[in-house]
């Protein structure tokens, strides 16, 4: 599962299995143009530390996400 920023898609956060738990994975992704690939910012174990997260090393919250497609 991933959802990603509704003003331009760049900072993406994903759901990841690891260890037997969830963690949250907050990353940025770079369009082809600059050579794509992607930063991962940090990764979380609650909603409330995904929040802190998204404050700290974005412009962004949580009202800003949509599901990826």
Not at 14 to 28: M, T, W
Not at 33 to 40: I, S
Request: one cysteine or more; proline letters at 3%.
């Amino acid at each position: 599962m991933e959802w990603v920023c509704c003003c331009c898609g760049r900072w993406r956060v994903s759901v990841e299995l690891i260890r037997g738990r969830q963690r949250y994975r907050l990353a940025r992704r770079y369009p082809a143009e600059f050579g794509g690939g992607k930063d991962v910012l940090g990764e979380v174990g609650t909603v409330t530390e995904l929040e802190e997260l998204l404050r700290r090393r974005t412009p962004l919250d949580l009202a800003d996400l949509r599901e990826a497609a």
